[in-house]
């Protein structure tokens, strides 16, 4: 449909808040620019006619107050490629600085599923770990563009997150990588981490069948890790009060995922909880104590439309795997 911005609401780099016609929107600026009170624009509906898990957002496509607009890219790598809206994003695997070791000398990665899992994961590592430097890596498996996650935006204001990489055609991190396996070498050889966490952006895809959802690339990050010789670790899914019986107590998509990771890998669980999975000879489990953790921060992020104070199982998982991680320390020697 086609409107009028009635109101500017608020403004970050990559991203603007606005109103359309008193409807609720975003505009991408690092795709179609920014907008201005009065500008006549073109607003995708379909997320909100749908009723997905867009917040009641529209999206503005395009703005009709201009004929054309310009924003050069790093290039020549583009993402979202072969759609009207591809950018000339470039690639941190072209930069001089890039030089990767050959080996991860056993970085923890944390892998995750849901995008909440990202906050939980990065808190408890901050609160175990102030001074080390945990990298955030998006994958493209929900929300593209990065500058939607308010999450990540708090937590790189507070420095929780050192930095962020979006992977794949994710796009609008502090670096942009091809692919995971660069990525993760970004992530270390470019912005200094201490430890990395792997998980999508907002939004998440999911089917009532066994391998139709997005959170199975978790089998991907593990993998990858343990190739690149980092220690991959799980934040498993779980919940008490999701209203779906397969998402109750550990989700069956954890469950899918931890029975079919093929590498050595660890998953964090909160002491005093068990794992009713059957687990491969790959995978060892951690129980981790959360006794020390200031838990206020946890209470108020929300996961599947529920505050963590709501569900504490939610978090209480993502938070043992932040800790584990703060635990591990990379051979800072083999990285160098």
């Known amino acids: 449909m086609a409107g009028h911005v009635t109101a500017l609401v608020s403004q970050r780099p990559g991203m603007q808040r606005v109103e359309v016609d008193g409807h609720p929107a975003y505009v991408l600026t690092e795709l179609i620019g920014p907008v201005e ?15 997905l898990g867009s917040g009641g957002f529209h999206i503005v496509h395009w703005n009709l107050a201009r004929d054309q607009w310009e924003h050069p890219g790093a290039g020549p790598i583009m993402k979202l490629r072969y759609t009207s809206l591809q950018c000339d994003t470039g690639a941190a695997e072209e930069a001089e600085a890039f030089k990767p070791a050959p080996d991860l000398g056993g970085l923890p990665v944390v892998a995750c599923d849901l ?26 498996q929900a929300a593209l563009p990065l500058a939607l996650s308010d999450r990540v935006a708090e937590l790189r204001e ?15 991190g502090d670096y942009e990588a091809v692919n995971l396996y660069s990525a993760l070498q970004v992530a270390h050889a470019m912005a200094g981490a201490d430890a990395v966490v792997v998980g999508p952006g907002p939004g998440v895809v999911g089917t009532r069948t066994r391998l139709g959802f997005g959170g199975l690339e978790v089998l991907g990050v593990t993998d990858a890790a343990a190739r690149l010789g980092g220690r991959p670790i799980v ?21 899918t995922c931890l029975g079919m990771i093929s590498v050595p890998t660890l998953v964090a669980v909160p002491n005093g909880e ?4 059957d687990l491969l000879a790959s995978i060892r489990a951690v129980s981790v104590d959360l006794a020390q953790l200031d838990l206020e921060p946890f209470a ?23 800790l584990l991680a703060a635990d ?4 800072r020697a083999a990285l160098s």
């Open 300 to 322: 108020s992020v929300t996961s599947m439309g529920r505050r963590g104070s709501d569900d504490p199982a939610s978090w209480r998982w993502p938070a043992a795997a932040g």
């Open 158 to 172: 507070r420095g929780v997150l050192a930095a962020s990489v979006s992977m794949g055609h994710a796009f609008g």
């Open 37 to 51: 009170l009065g500008d006549r624009v073109v607003v995708n509906t379909t997320a909100v006619d749908l009723g």
């Open 328 to 331: 591990i320390r990379a051979d």
């Open 235 to 255: 934040a498993v899914r779980s919940s008490d009060a999701d209203g779906r019986a397969e998402h109750r107590s550990i989700s069956h998509h954890s469950a």
């Open 115 to 140: 995008h909440s899992h990202v906050a939980w994961v990065a808190m408890a590592f901050h609160q175990r770990a102030p001074h080390r430097r945990l990298v955030y890596v998006m994958t493209d």
């Open 274 to 277: 068990t794992l009713p999975v």
